[in-house]
T-cell receptor, first 110, second 115 residues
Framework: GESVGLHLPTLSVQEGDNSIINCAYSNSASDYFIWYKQESGKGPQFIIDIRSNMDKRQGQRVTVLLNKTVKHLSLQIAATQPGDSAVYFC?????????FGTGTSLTVIP | GAGVSQTPSNKVTEKGKYVELRCDPISGHTALYWYRQSLGQGPEFLIY????????DSGLPNDRFFAVRPEGSVSTLKIQRTERGDSAVYLC?????????????FGPGTRLTVL
């Protein structure tokens, strides 16, 4: 079926530590995945994406890992900053549609 | 404008009323998407426009929901006979071409409250 799930609804980290946000998906045909950040009162903002023919992709302070064997996706944020506090969603495309997970709320403790 | 804009930012209406929500996409973007986001949930796909036509409207929950994009730019989401369960944030996004790997840029959303 079409479902995207997140392991943890909330995550608190100390400023400067690394954050890891996990996501499980169920559709083995999914071939494109995206991480979004959503701050309060705003729309989701693209962070990083990865295609199914890749295992890892790095951006600025962020890394996305894809494990197709167990249908698992993770977002790693290095040296987490207070501005990283937000809700993070994983999503995947199926045809023209994007399916979003419930979201993980990340709180950075100064 | 610099980004996607949506009006109004907040809309409070009574059950049974008709509402229209407007989306102004990024200039030149051919693809436009509508999503609905309930509290504590991720956005839920409603409809996708490529130009003036609805390429995929399979996410519209029922025939009370309708969307148009007559000139291929601004879009209006219309909800008839609103119900309390329609209360949510309605998000609009646009992308340059609309391909599956084409980055979507989201607006701030319209918060709809049905009393």
């Amino acid at each position: 079926g079409e479902s995207v799930g997140l392991h943890l609804p909330t995550l608190s980290v100390q400023e400067g530590d690394n954050s890891i946000i996990n996501c499980a998906y169920s559709n083995s045909a999914s071939d494109y995945f995206i991480w979004y950040k959503q701050e309060s009162g705003k729309g989701p903002q693209f962070i990083i994406d990865i295609r199914s023919n890749m295992d890892k992709r790095q951006g600025q302070r962020v890394t996305v890992l894809l494990n197709k064997t167990v249908k698992h996706l993770s977002l790693q944020i290095a040296a987490t900053q207070p501005g990283d506090s937000a809700v993070y969603f994983c999503a995947y495309t199926s045809g023209n549609q994007f399916y979003f997970g419930t979201g993980t709320s990340l709180t950075v403790i100064p | 404008g610099a980004g996607v804009s949506q009006t109004p930012s907040n809309k409070v209406t009574e059950k049974g009323k008709y509402v229209e929500l407007r989306c102004d996409p990024i200039s030149g973007h051919t693809a436009l998407y509508w999503y609905r986001q309930s509290l504590g949930q991720g956005p839920e796909f409603l409809i996708y426009f490529q130009g003036t036509g609805a390429a995929d409207d399979s996410g519209l929950p029922n025939d009370r929901f309708f969307a148009v994009r007559p000139e291929g730019s601004v879009s209006t989401l219309k909800i008839q006979r609103t119900e309390r369960g329609d209360s949510a944030v309605y998000l609009c996004a646009s992308s340059s071409l609309g391909g599956r790997a084409d980055e979507q840029f989201f607006g701030p959303g319209t918060r709809l409250t049905v009393l």
